[in-house]
């Protein structure tokens, strides 16, 4: 069999490139050793980014009408030191401070549901051919192609990627080696039902979505509790002794223990996982790529891991997809490295590591037993901070394909604005009539100006042209809006990433759309 893109797994992050390379006429093999959907809840918190690839997947509306949590129910957590009955308790992870700034909202749901629709999705679209119940055996390449050998046949692409979990064969053949954090914690996944518990639960903090709970004979590490609907489901996350086994493990005192009371409850599923951060020493390696899993892994701290390989997916499929067409240049593919990668690293330095340093040193100088009033003190600081919500803002600042600031690094430290700011992500603008912007964006690049720059939006478009580069101007803005983004020219990517946004372009807008494909 023969193809443009072979994709080795079909997960959610598989399958969303497998959705972004088939909307655009890529001819794309998933190749995916489960014929079915595991029902394991994971994956649960969809960020207003994520939901905005599924608009641009179309398929936002499926994803919500999957949902098992009423609509409109709060993604907010609870934060407690103990237990969850203790007087330490507060609200944490509030994702709905950031929404004003994307083109759709955050959702709940399993990432079993999600990948449903996903797969649904992908059926649709004539370019993509699924492989389901196919095991991938080896890869390997050339300078001109690539094979995927699976327990089926083999299968040349011109490109593989490899969405295929932590312990990718893919990253592994490719020769791509990967850096380890020193976490060495194993980790108990129980996926139990109590209509207790969430009696319990909504009578002390209201709807409520996850709880953690900070206990201090962990160092550091939490135990979280997140429901699955709002009535019965739930999943549970705790670090257990490492000779812990299904035969060993009380499920029912670890959860007594966790929520500070007893109550009735069925267990339905019960599992072990090490919590580890890995990250990839590259995401690229000639003609073969990895995303997701493959390329970085760490505990479900903060909801990152569907949302960052999700990210992954739409900013490679674009430039897998341009360089296969003939606009973008091959240097473009090098920029997914250096792009995603930063921004990775910082995520795992700068949240999911601090998250657990912080805690970690919050425990061992404070102890409500020794000075209730200065544990009090310092906690209820803690309840003050925003948590890695308003100040988690992935950008690629740093980017060759970008103009951003001088001497600027790509990582995934920032503040949301509704400036238009080189590298980071297009905000909405503020109110005005006239067309949906989300919904005006082009495939390709795209140049948001007022009616005022006309003859500007005509040299992009020339240029573009010359180039054979997809090229949308969207130039019936008005000047307020524009006025709101401090810029009256904004460059879009295809992933909605601002390549360039001011008055006068520094290059000419030749210089401007051929550097921002790498041409």
């Known amino acids: 069999m023969r193809t443009q893109v072979a994709i080795v797994g079909g997960g959610p992050v598989g399958l969303g490139l497998a959705i972004e390379l088939g909307q655009r006429d890529i001819a794309t093999v998933v190749i995916e050793k489960s014929e079915s959907v595991h029902r394991i809840p994971k994956g649960q918190n969809l960020t207003q980014r ?8 179309r398929v936002e509306d499926e994803v919500r009408a999957a949902r098992l949590m009423p609509p409109g129910y709060p ?3 609870v934060n407690a030191y103990g237990d969850l009955v203790s007087r330490w308790a507060h609200p944490w992870f509030r994702r709905s ?9 955050n959702e709940r749901l399993p990432q079993y549901l999600t990948e449903q629709v996903l797969r649904d999705r992908v059926e649709s679209l004539a370019a993509v051919t699924t492989l389901y119940g196919s095991q991938a055996t080896s890869i390997a390449q050339d300078p001109d192609v690539a094979w995927v050998t699976t327990d089926q046949g ?21 020769g791509i080696g990967e850096e380890r954090s020193p976490h060495d914690k194993r980790m108990v996944l129980l996926v139990f039902r109590s209509r207790e518990l969430h009696q319990l639960l909504e009578d002390r903090f209201g709807p409520a979505s996850f709880f953690n709970v900070l206990d201090p004979a962990l160092d550091g590490y939490w135990r979280f509790l997140g429901r699955v609907d709002v009535g019965e489901s739930w999943f549970f996350h705790a670090p257990v002794a490492a000779d812990v086994d299904e035969t060993s493990i ?12 007893r109550f009735r409850l069925e267990v339905d599923y019960t599992g072990f996982w090490d919590l580890r951060i890995a990250i990839a020493d590259a995401y690229q390696r000639g003609r073969v790529f990895i995303a997701g899993d493959a390329a970085h892994s760490h505990p479900p701290y903060g909801g990152y891991g569907i949302n960052t390989g999700l990210e992954d997916a739409r900013n490679l499929g674009w430039k897998l997809a341009a360089v296969i067409q003939g606009w973008g240049g091959e240097a473009l593919l090098d920029s997914y490295t250096e792009e995603r990668r930063p921004v990775f690293v910082s995520t795992a330095q700068d949240f999911i590591e601090a998250f657990i340093a912080n805690d970690r040193a919050f425990i061992a100088e404070y102890h409500p037993e020794e000075d209730e009033g200065a544990f009090t003190e310092a906690w209820d600081q803690r309840r003050a901070g925003t948590h890695g ?3 988690f803002e992935p950008h690629y600042e740093g980017s060759p394909i970008v103009w951003g600031p001088a001497g600027s690094r790509s990582g995934a ?8 700011r080189a590298g980071h992500h297009l905000p909405p603008p503020g109110p005005s009539p006239g067309r949906d912007l989300f919904e005006v964006l082009g495939p390709g690049l795209t140049l948001i100006t007022s009616g005022r720059r006309a003859s500007v939006a005509a040299e992009f478009t020339s240029a573009a042209r010359s180039l054979g580069i997809p090229f949308t101007v969207v130039g019936d803005r008005s000047d307020g809006e524009m006025a709101d983004y401090e810029a009256t020219m904004i460059l879009v ?3 909605h990433y601002i390549s360039w946004a001011g008055a006068s372009p520094p290059t000419g807008p030749a210089g401007l759309v051929a550097g921002a494909v790498a041409r």
Not at 97 to 105: E, I, L, N, R, S
């Open 154 to 174: 083999r299968i040349e692409a011109r490109y593989v990627v490899g969405c295929d979990g932590s312990h990718s064969i893919v990253r592994r053949q490719a």
């Open 389 to 391: 919500v308003s100040d």
């Open 50 to 57: 994520t939901m905005e690839h599924f608009r641009s997947w």
């Open 75 to 77: 993604a907010v957590g």
């Open 413 to 420: 430290v920032g503040s949301h604005t509704f400036q238009a």
């Open 250 to 261: 009380d499920s029912a005192r670890l959860l007594y223990d966790t929520v500070g009371a």
């Open 493 to 495: 990517r295809p992933d």
């Open 97 to 105: 401070q950031v929404g004003q700034y994307y083109f759709a909202a």
